[in-house]
Structures are given as C-alpha cells and as structure tokens.
C-alpha cells in the first residue's frame, strides 16, 4: 500500500496502539498533523507548551506499561522540547518523540526553524533518527519503540524533515526488530543469582534498597512476595516508592539525603545489601567514600550494566531484566536447603526499631498556620491513599515523598533525576488521561506551579478534574532552606513576589479555585476538592513560610551525619 | 593508564558523534581517535586511545556498549596486540641537511614520497614511540609540517574482533 509519510506516521501509531499523542502544531508538522486529522483511533492532547507535551506523555507512560508519544515541530518546538526529554532520560521513561525537520534541500542552509535537532537531544535520549526517506519511516518507528522499551528504557526521537513527510512510499509495517548491535540482557546469570542468594540467607544485617528500576519493569508484585518471604528490611529510594508497599512493617521510609534515619541508619550499617533497580545516586547514599568506610557484601540487580560498580564497588552484580531476576531469586529461595540466619536477623530487627522510635517523621503541628507536612497527611487520608500523586521539585515535593504512604507502584510521578521544576501538573494531565476514573492530586509549590500552569488551559480544553494542592510558602523554599543553612541566611533571590491570587487565576482559566489560609481548613477543602469529580480545583493553601524538610543529610555528608530536626543544628 | 579501545560501529551518519559525545560529556580522555569503515560497508571500525584508571575504563567500556549504534567493543590492550600509527612529515631538505635527511629516513625505515629542491615528505609509519623518537633524532627546526593518522589496533594471533 503506498501512502504519504505522514500517513505512514499515524499507521505506525496506531500499530503501536497508541492512545495519546501529547503535542503542538507548526510548519514542518502541518502534513503529520492532516494525516492526524483524517483519522480518529490515535487522539492528540494539544498542550500549551511543548515542554508540557513531553511531560504530559512522559507521565503517561510512568502510570501505565506503556511507551508516551509526543509530536512536535522543528526549531523552537523540539527546543522547547528539550527539558521534557531530558527529564525523562534521566528517569529512563520509554517514549517516543517525532519532531519535524525543516526540508531535507534546506538543511544545514541555516532554513527558518532549523535546528539539528538530532544533535541537541543526542546526550539526552536513548537513541536519535534523522528519517531521509519516507521508505524508512515505518521501521524507524517500529525500532524507536523497541528500544524505547526494552533494556533501560529511555527516551527515543524521530526527526522527520517536511518533504519526506509529503514524499508517498510503500508502507509495511515491521512485525519484529533485528539490531546486530543491540541486544539487551534479560535473564540474570544463574550463578550470580545463587551466590547472591547465599550471601542474602547467611546475612546477618540484611538490607534491601530498591529504586525505579522496581517501577519501570513491573516487579513490585515479585519484591514484595520475595521480601516477605525473607523477612528483611526494605527502603524505596524517590523514584522507586510503591515498590513495595509503604504502610508495611518491614518498610523503613525512603532512604537518602531526606530519608528516614531507620532507613539510612541501616543502609550503613547492614553487611549485606541488596540493591534494585536502584543506582546509588549521591542523593541516596551521601558521600560514597564515607558510605564505602563501613564494610559490606553489595548485591546489585540492574538492567544496566554500566549502573553497576559505578559509584560504588559491587560484590554480586546481576545484568538482568529487574522482574526475571527476582522471581529467578524467588524460585531458588523456595528450593533452597540453605538456613537463614534468622537469631541474628531478629536482633537487627530490634537495632531497626530502636532507630525507628526516634519517630525523625514527627514534626509540630500548629493550630495557626498551616503546616505542609498535615496537607499531606490529610491528603493521603481523604484519598485512600489511593490517589495518583504528581510533584514539582523543592521542599513539597520532598513532604509528598515523605508523607504520603505509596502502597502501589506506578502512583508517584516526579523528576527525580533532573529535577525539573515545572513537571507537576502536566504529569497530572498524562495520569488523569491514562486513568480517566482515578484521583489524581499535584502537589505543588507556587515557584513550581508557574513554570507551566499555562497547562490550566489544557486541563479545561480536555476536561482534566486534576487537584492542584499548591503548598505557598512564596519561597523557592528548598533553595532558601539551603540558604538558611549553608549561606549565613542570606535570602539571594528565593523570595517569590508579586504572586497572582491563585484561586482567582483558576477561575480565570474556567476551573475552582479555593484559597485555604487556617489548619482546620485543610481537610474540609480536600473534601471539597475531591467530591468535585469533574472539575479541576486549585487549592492554594498558605503554609508556614519557614518549615524546613527534615531529617537531612547535608551534601557531601555520610548516611548516619543526619540532621534530624531544627534542634539539631 | 593508556589503554587502546578497538570497536564496531554502524556506518551511520552520526556514528562518530555519538562517541566523541560520550567522551566529552563524561570527561574521559581521548588521546586519539580513528575511524574507517571495515571489508564490510555497513560497520566501521574505530580505534580510540584513551587513559584512566580501571574503574574509569571499565565505566568507558561499558557506556560505548550502551551506545545503540555500537556493535562490539574490546579493549585490545588488555592482551598482546599491535599498533601502528601513520605519520607524515616534510621537512626542509637543502644543502647538507638534505643528505641527513635521507639517511635518517632510512635507519628509520621511511620512505620519501615527494621530494622538492628544498623539501622531503618522508612517510613513516610504526608505534607511538618510533614515531616520536624519528622526530626526537632529527633536528627539529627543520620541521615544516606533521600530521599523524593516530593509533589503529589489532590483536595478535587468534584475537579476532568480528562480527
Ligand atoms: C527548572 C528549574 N529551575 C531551578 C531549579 C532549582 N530549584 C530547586 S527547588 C527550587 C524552588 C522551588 O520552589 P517552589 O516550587 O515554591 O517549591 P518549595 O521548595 O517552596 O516547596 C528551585 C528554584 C529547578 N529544580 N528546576
Ligand atoms: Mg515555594
């Protein structure tokens, strides 16, 4: 069948089953976006702003198994694009992006809207393709999902100049993907998986550490059985909350620069550690020298062999597919004839609890002002602790991690690698459309929300009934947290001025808006904010402008130099 | 230490970006770089000398694997190889010097591939050293120009870097 490269676009969409394209038009688009036009399997979102199109379709794909789609046009479209990419490499989120190209003859002629944009996105992407030929359209698709979702998954884009989307070519799509040069490890080692299961049973402070990887590769259901069966300790970094479920017993908080002190306290101090899917990021484990001082056996399950012995030395690295090695581990633990150690295992137990009555999460509530970490605590009892929660970066995005209790994966959607202010309410978006029945709550902070909340738009085009909780302290408040601590309370430039009235600025774009300035309001006005099924409400509670996120570990600091409160300083 | 990464890579536009990319943004040395297609048109092969300690060639050899493009990577220093390295020098050949000249050329092996009145290009090829002792033997305000292919590598024996 011949059809015109932009036809062949959208076939290879719908091939993919693609529900969603998260994107906004422009010139070397326009025959993709007539291809769109004609046809109705493969709806489009259109954003207000590429970079929310990226994040809108990243957060797609981080709530569901699936890879995000997003289209945008050449020069300033796919620049704007850029930050969205590059979020989602750092959290290795599988999607597809298409930007157009300026014609092929204009290329490198300096053409309106040109840039090369394959390379500008190469050190942030999986993968890049420049299509020159309507003829290879289809299995550059067709290669772009593959390897946006096998092996670590990552960003992919396809770059498709002007005149080879009006060309006509014969379109077949692929069945399958051969690439001689990538062939991504599945199956962990066997031996590798029974010398890590010796080392586990024989431990006599075992500790689990699981990060995104736990997400990204649906294993949440193997860890928690095989957890439970060993009855170990477990933590959850940022990007792998839910994995395992956090109102359990065995669950320690999220470890890390504001983790829990139980959950650094026995990271440290463990001699066997497994690690998952996880990558000893600075922010989880402090200063590596000082981490490295304490002897202990590292297990490290990763599908990325380059995540292993990165940062630190590994005893027992497992290259696999996260979910396969887990159920592999599982199945030897219930062949094995090995004992565990289990005397020892309950006298670390009882040095776990000691650490946990230090009770780091309480913090003082006021009957005045309102204090973040109560939104959150209320948030997580109005929704079941069952909402799908989205987060900008700062101080609210640290009380979301802390407060709320994940007891599922896929449920916390932040950037944790980049740290891009600006993700929360598109991520919002991708998760309210990817699950039109569900609660979808953004915690947010006034610096955060304005970075896209031209999105307000969106949500009301596409009836998104999102719930924004703006925690307003009108500070960059995470950067004058560090101000207060490390630059002598020297408040350069973290003071938010001349803020909009965020209820009024809801209504304006045709949402609730509802300002919330006392404590014994917070509960009513999440209520309220919840049983509005179809609308979006902007909840812009006024919280105290100097609570700090506790406990923490200073950068540059070891595991156990926590600071765990004010007092403490 | 100085190691030689031999790799396969798809003959793609871009192919070499990735690479000298890599390197740049993750702050590992390049001493050289080759590249040249293989016997089959679709792969290249590129030979990159580089230096680090263990952990940071491991970290390199590992993140040119994870590069979509690249098929095969080997660290040929790791056991007994060969390296050449072509080089071509002209230098000012008149008077006595052009005599020298000459004689240098051949206790090095070199051949002289153009010769003017007052110039030689002398084609020199070998390891690193040879190449940097010919110019350490001659007298050096006689150089007019060099250029230097960069390392190619090879393994000895059964040592075979292929598809
Ligand atoms: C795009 C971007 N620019 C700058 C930063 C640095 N930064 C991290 S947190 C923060 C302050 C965020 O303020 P707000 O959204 O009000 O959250 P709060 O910390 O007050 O809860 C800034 C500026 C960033 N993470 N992302
Ligand atoms: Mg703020």
């Given amino acids: 069948m011949v059809l015109t490269g932009a036809e062949i676009v959208i076939r290879c969409l719908q091939e993919e089953k693609v529900d969603y394209v998260f994107g906004y038009p422009g010139g070397a688009v326009l025959f993709i ?50 930050t969205g990419i590059a979020t989602a ?31 500008i996105t190469r050190p942030c992407v999986k993968h890049n393709f420049l299509v020159k030929d309507a003829a290879d359209i289809a299995s550059t698709i067709k290669k772009a999902f593959h390897l946006a979702k096998t092996g670590r998954p990552g960003p992919v ?52 550490y699981t990060g995104g990887g736990v997400i990204l590769s649906d294993a949440a259901a193997p860890l928690t059985q095989l957890v439970r069966k060993l ?5 959850n970094t940022l990007m792998g909350l839910g994995g395992y479920p956090a109102t359990d017993k065995q669950y320690l908080g999220m470890p890390g620069m504001h983790g829990t002190y139980e959950a650094n306290m026995s990271m440290h101090f463990s001699d066997v550690l497994l690690a998952v899917g996880a990558r000893f990021d600075d922010r989880v484990i ?34 696999g597919d996260v979910k396969e090695v887990l159920e592999e581990l599982a199945r030897l633990l219930d062949d094995s004839k090995h ?64 407060y709320y209790k994940f007891d ?36 947010t902070g006034e610096a955060s929300i304005q970075m896209n909340i031209q999105e307000l738009s969106t949500c009301k085009q596409f009836r998104l009934p999102i719930k924004i909780c703006n925690l307003n302290n009108r500070y960059l408040g995470m950067v004058r947290q560090w101000q207060e601590l490390f630059h002598g309370g020297r408040y350069s430039e973290s003071y938010m001025d001349s803020l909009p009235d965020f209820a009024k600025l809801a209504e304006a774009y045709g949402h609730i808006g509802i300002r919330v300035d006392r404590p014994a309001d917070v509960e009513g006005a999440l209520r309220e904010a919840f049983s509005r099924k179809n609308d979006l409400v902007f909840l812009d509670f006024q919280i105290d402008q100097t609570e700090n996120v506790y406990p923490m570990v200073q950068g540059g600091k070891g595991l156990t130099e926590m600071i765990l409160s004010a007092e403490d300083l | ?48 000398v580089t230096s680090g300690s263990d952990d940071i060639i491991e970290q390199i050899t590992k993140q040119l694997n994870k590069l979509v493009d690249v098929v095969k990577v080997v660290d040929i220093s790791e056991s007994a190889h060969v390296e050449r390295e072509l080089m071509l020098i002209k230098v000012r050949a008149t008077g006595k010097d052009r005599e020298e000249m000459k004689r240098m050329a051949d206790i090095f092996r070199g051949r002289i591939i153009d010769a003017t009145d007052s110039s030689y290009i002398i084609e020199l090829t070998g390891n690193q050293t040879k190449l940097d002792s010919f110019i350490g033997a001659i007298d050096t305000t006689l150089i007019l120009e060099t250029v230097r292919s960069g390392i190619v590598g090879i393994g000895r024996g059964d040592r075979i870097l292929k598809l």
């Fill in chain 2, 1 to 48: 230490m100085r190691h030689v990464i031999a790799l396969l890579i798809e003959n793609e536009s871009g192919a070499l970006s990735r690479v000298s990319g890599l390197f740049s943004a993750r702050g590992y040395n390049i001493e050289s770089l080759t590249v040249a297609p293989t016997e089959d048109a679709s792969l290249s092969r590129m030979t990159i």
């Fill in chain 1, 157 to 208: 884009l396809v770059d498709i100049p002007k005149d080879v989307s009006a060309q006509s070519a014969e379109y077949h799509y692929p069945k399958s993907v051969e690439m001689r040069s990538y062939n991504p490890v599945v199956k962990g080692h066997q031996g590798q998986i029974k010398k890590a299961l010796k080392l586990l049973l024989e431990a006599k402070r075992p500790m689990i």
């Fill in chain 1, 89 to 119: 490499y750092c959290d290795s989120i599988p999607m597809v992006i298409i930007s157009g190209q300026v014609p092929t003859a204009a290329i490198g002629q300096d053409a309106f809207q040109e840039v090369d944009t394959v390379g």
């Fill in chain 1, 339 to 402: 004992e565990q150690d289990t005397a020892s295992l309950a006298t670390w137990w009882r040095q776990i609890d000691e650490w946990r009555s230090r009770d780091c999460m309480k913090y003082k509530n006021s009957d005045e002002i309102i204090k973040p970490q109560y939104v959150v605590e209320k948030l997580w009892e109005v929704t079941g602790g069952d909402a799908f929660i989205t987060s900008d970066v700062g101080q609210h995005q640290m009380w979301a991690a802390q």
């Fill in chain 1, 231 to 235: 009855g170990m300790p477990i933590t």
């Fill in chain 1, 33 to 82: 976006y007539d291809a769109l036009f004609q046809q109705e399997k493969v709806r489009h979102i259109l954003v207000r702003h590429e970079q929310a199109a990226i994040h809108a379709a990243d957060a797609y794909a981080r709530s569901t198994e699936t890879v995000g789609v997003a289209l945008v046009t050449s020069g300033p479209g796919a620049t704007n694009a850029v």
């Fill in chain 1, 286 to 319: 402090g200063d590596p020298a000082h981490f490295a001082a304490e002897p202990r056996k590292i297990i490290h399950i990763d599908i990325d062999p380059s995540s292993i012995s990165k940062r630190v030395k590994v005893d027992v690295p497992i290259v």
């Fill in chain 1, 408 to 443: 599922k994966p896929r449920r916390w959607l932040n950037s944790g690698g980049l740290g891009t202010m600006g993700v929360g309410m598109p991520y919002a978006m991708g998760a309210q459309l990817a699950h039109p029945d569900a609660q979808v709550a953004c915690v």
